[in-house]
C-alpha cells in the first residue's frame, strides 16, 4: 500500500539517499535541494508540500506539492492551483508500478484541497522524459503547449 508521510527529523536522512538514475538526473533536482527549496518557498509566503512516498514500510520516492507560487517560472494556470513541482521513485524502486500508485495517491491527496480550493493540478516536465509525459497523460494530463524554464513543457489536469 502506497502513503504520503510528513518529512520528519527521523525519516530525512533516508530520503536524501533516494536518487533517480544517473541519466535521470537532469530531469529532477536532488531531494535535499527540493527540501532546501520548501523551507525558502514557506519563508516566502508559498506553500510546499513535501511527502515521502512509501509503500508499506519501506521509502520509494519523493514528492514537491506547492500551492499556488513556485519560485520559478509559471504559468498562466499556477495561481490558486496545485502543481506537483517534485516527483521521484528511487532508481532500485522504479519499474515495479510505484510511480502510478504514488501518483494515485497524490492525486487523491490534492483532491482533499489541503491548502485551498482549486481547479488544476500542473506539472512541468523536460521534453526528453518520455517516461514522466507518459505517466502523466496516463492519469488525464495534457499538454498546454506552454513552455517555462527554458525547457519544460507544461501539462495539466482538472481536478
Known amino acids: 500500500m502506497i502513503s504520503l508521510r510528513k518529512i520528519t527529523l527521523e525519516n530525512r536522512r533516508e530520503l536524501f539517499k533516494l536518487k533517480v538514475a544517473d541519466y535521470q538526473s537532469r530531469f529532477v533536482a536532488t ?13 516566502n509566503g508559498g506553500c510546499p508540500l513535501p511527502f515521502a512516498i512509501y509503500a508499506n514500510e519501506e521509502m520509494v520516492g519523493f514528492v514537491m506539492i506547492v500551492y499556488g507560487i513556485t519560485g520559478y517560472e509559471v504559468p498562466n494556470i499556477a495561481n490558486n492551483n496545485y502543481c506537483i513541482l517534485r516527483f ?4 532500485q524502486y522504479q519499474k515495479q ?15 482533499t484541497f489541503p491548502a485551498g480550493h482549486a481547479q488544476y493540478c500542473w506539472i512541468p516536465y523536460v521534453d526528453e522524459n518520455i517516461v514522466a509525459k507518459k505517466l502523466y ?23
Open 31 to 43: 531531494n535535499l535541494s527540493s527540501i532546501a527549496s520548501c523551507y525558502i518557498l514557506d519563508s
Open 137 to 159: 497523460e496516463s492519469f488525464g494530463f495534457c499538454d498546454t503547449g506552454e513552455v517555462i524554464n527554458d525547457n519544460e513543457h507544461v501539462t495539466v489536469l482538472k481536478l
Open 88 to 91: 521521484m521513485i528511487s532508481e
Open 97 to 111: 508500478g510505484y510511480g502510478k500508485k504514488a501518483m494515485r495517491k497524490i492525486l487523491e491527496h490534492l483532491r
